[in-house]
């Protein structure tokens, strides 16, 4: 057997791909993705400030090429690419992008309209100081450090954090089967949560949110969520905010105005913002706005004109939050790896409380790193002291003894350490060396050590001391400074307003025409409607109706179906129009019998061909979708084939049989769905035309010469569904009241 096939093993390919997919998933969570609920940081962003930190670009040293930091980045702790890492860096350096900047910039490092960062070779850097309080204790063994990729150097696997920087600046990534958004905080309040929360550790989160109030952004904008709704988020860990740009009304005098927008919502790129409002001003879709301008150059100056100072700055800002970015929505989700190392979603106060017990880590590492310490320096002192009673016998030692250091510890009861240190001296420092400098030295070691052992003991004693921390890290990072002082401010308008449809669309008359073939059109304005209007070849006037642009439109097919169509979204311009069924979905054997703008309280009786109707109320006529709203139902051979208004307290219905007859209105029932009743009995053919009128005025027709007026009634007045009589002498021969 070959030395080939003793390698070779029959595995299953699905646990295989199982084992090797979970391996890639597993990679991505924990080492590229999500971030430490610790420090807040992903691996590169941790790696950028380790390396920056050891090339000692702290804000006080000159600037770096950021070349030469994703250079060191990339070559010693994070194998990935230039373009990703420099990416990542940048970011940091961006204050519209990150709450507290990581990363102090010199240069082109992109801008709020969307524009990136010059190449890395042009700009520069260094850390800010909100990035060396985070790396603060690095020196004093707060934290474990691992090998990196390649085992000749060392990396932290977390920072010591002396700020909340998860909460601070937040974060995002996907990752694989799960992602994490978390939006930044005020330092100031979030300060104020953790020490409510040291001192009341089984506290509720409703007192813990009250401090932290909500998100605070870089960009500032208006958060218009409730409380409870916020509290909700926080507490489960997941949820919704809602953020509005910061507007105001600029007053030019003589009663005119301008709205002047000073901040956009969070991650919103202003150009892309600026070009869909001019966007939605070219196709009309906000008449109420008559200009914007881009006045930004620093600070973010977007004006808005309105069409004329009567118009409402308000409704025209709620018209564009519904219409554009100016209201955005950021969608949180504080999925985060634990203290462990495991990622899952956490409320609020689980943050808090797993970067409280970071810091207890910290400090109980650093107390005893500096413990280790004093205790070495006071050996030492020791030592020299006993040098320096013996001063005489010791040079005797060192220049007689083959093995001094022996014969020293021997004589002395010195340590090995001592011994070291007092050979280790030098010459001059024998005349400088006096008891009483050592003496001090040693009481002022002696008086910290016991402070430190006191506090070791002392759980109480170590949350005072990391309390006094927050309470530093709130004075130099706080409200007081201007990094510190919240930006996004709350509002208490957080229904939606409804903008009635008169404000989306610019009022204009219309006249909305539909062919026999379905093929239906806008003309502007109101056009003679016995006007000689061009159609396809073989094709002619089905309905044509005067409207306006803001008007709904009421189709009703001949299966008793109502559909309805905004008169803006008519087609207009040269050319025959577009298909109806493009925008309402008819079924092919359907077809078109009335067509007529919405009027609100309207009434109207509907009828089928072989004369049965109901009367049907406005709420009811008007469809959600496209695929229209089922009212009349009619039987095998039957057609919905009229839709009349009512006008008037009498009917009258004539037949294809020429017999006229008239009745009460009342009579009709009002239905919201149905078969509806006989109006008008028939023997043979069925109903032809309706007309509604009031008793005392008469009913009307067409007659040779001009419109007649039957006042005279007695003759056809009768009750719904008798067969009634024929009509008066000249009543039009195609057996319709008017042509």
Request: a neutral charge; charged letters at 25%; proline letters at 4%.
């Amino acid at each position: 057997m070959s030395e080939a096939e003793v390698k070779i093993k029959d595995v299953q390919l699905a646990e295989e791909l199982s084992k090797r997919y979970l391996s890639y998933a597993m990679s991505t969570i924990v080492s590229r993705s999500l971030p430490d609920v610790r420090d807040g940081l992903k691996p590169v962003h941790r790696r950028l400030m380790y390396a920056m930190r050891q090339l000692h670009l702290d804000p006080k040293s000159g600037f770096k090429k950021c070349a030469r930091v994703v250079g060191d980045v990339i070559g010693k702790y994070h194998p990935h690419g230039d373009s990703a890492v420099y990416g990542a860096m940048a970011r940091l350096a961006q204050n519209f992008s990150v709450r507290y900047p990581l990363v102090d910039g010199q240069g082109n490092f992109g801008n709020i309209d969307g524009d990136g960062p010059a190449a890395m070779r042009y700009t520069e850097a260094r850390l800010t100081d909100f990035a060396m309080a985070l790396m603060e204790g690095l020196n004093d063994n707060a934290v474990d450090f691992m090998d990196t990729y390649d085992g000749e150097e060392s990396e932290p696997l977390v920072m010591p954090a002396a700020v909340p920087n998860l909460l601070c600046n937040g974060t995002s990534g996907i990752a694989v089967g799960m992602a994490t958004n978390i939006p930044p905080h005020n330092l100031s309040e979030v300060s104020d949560a953790l020490l409510y929360l040291i001192d009341n550790p089984q506290c509720e989160i409703e007192p813990l949110v009250k401090r932290i109030k909500g998100p605070d952004f870089p960009t500032g904008g208006v958060i218009v969520d409730k409380f409870q709704t916020i509290l909700d988020n926080y507490t489960s860990g997941k949820g919704v905010f809602r953020i509005r740009a910061k507007w105001e009304k600029e007053d030019l005098g003589h009663g005119q105005y301008q709205i002047v927008v000073t901040e956009i919502p969070y991650m919103v790129q202003k150009a892309k913002l600026v070009e869909k409002i001019a966007e939605l001003l070219i196709n009309k879709k906000v008449p109420l706005l008559n200009d914007i301008r881009d006045e930004s150059a620093q600070d973010v100056r977007i004006v808005l004109e309105p069409k004329s100072r009567t118009v409402d700055a308000n409704l025209l800002m709620e018209h564009l939050f519904k219409q554009t970015d100016l209201e955005s929505r950021f969608n949180m989700n504080m999925n985060v790896l634990d203290s462990d190392g495991v990622p899952r979603v956490m409320s609020i106060k689980e943050v808090l409380r797993e970067y409280l017990n970071h810091r207890h880590n910290v400090l109980l590492r650093r107390t005893n790193y500096r413990l280790d310490k004093i205790n070495y320096r006071l050996e030492i002192l020791t030592g020299y002291l006993t040098a320096y009673l013996n001063l005489d016998r010791i040079i005797e030692i060192i220049r007689g003894e083959d093995d001094a250091k022996a014969v020293m510890m021997k004589e002395f009861k010195l340590t090995d350490n001592q011994a070291e240190a007092i050979l280790n001296m030098k010459l001059r420092s024998l005349r400088k060396l006096e008891e009483s400098q050592i003496r001090d030295e040693y009481d002022e070691l002696s008086g910290e050590k016991s402070g430190l052992e006191e506090l070791l003991g002392s759980e109480s004693k170590q949350w005072q001391a990391i309390a006094e921390e927050i309470k530093q890290t709130k004075e130099r990072f706080g409200k007081k400074t201007a990094l510190g002082r919240r930006r996004t401010e709350f509002s208490e308008v957080t229904d939606v307003v409804e903008v009635p449809i008169e404000a989306l669309i610019e009022k204009e008359p219309i006249t909305v025409i539909l062919s026999q073939k379905g093929w239906i059109r806008g003309l502007k304005g109101h056009v003679d409607l016995s006007t000689d209007f061009k159609f396809k070849d073989d094709d002619e006037l089905a309905f044509a109706i005067h409207a306006q642009t803001t008007d709904k439109i009421v189709i009703l097919d001949s299966s008793g179906k109502f559909f309805n169509i905004s008169a803006n979204d008519v087609p207009t311009g040269r050319g025959f129009g577009q298909p109806l069924r493009l925008m309402i979905d008819i079924a092919n054997n359907d077809s078109i019998t009335a067509m007529f703008v919405f009027e609100p309280k309207a009434s109207y009786l509907l009828a089928t061909n072989s004369g049965r109707g109901f009367i049907v109320d406005e709420n009811h006529i008007l469809a959600q979708t496209r695929s229209g709203r089922k009212i009349m139902n009619v039987a095998a051979g039957e057609k919905s084939v009229f839709c009349v208004k009512v006008t008037g307290n009498m009917v009258a219905t004539v037949g294809e049989n020429r017999k006229l007859l008239i009745f009460k209105t009342e009579e009709i029932p009002t239905m919201a769905r149905g078969h509806g009743v006989l109006l008008q009995k028939y023997k043979d053919g069925g109903l032809s035309d309706i007309q509604f009128f009031n008793e005392a005025a008469g009913f009307s027709f067409n007659r040779a010469g001009g419109i007649s007026v039957e006042t005279e009634l007695m003759t056809w007045l009768g009750h719904r569904g008798q067969v009634g009589k024929l009509v008066p002498f000249g009543f039009p021969k195609n057996n319709k009241f008017f042509n």
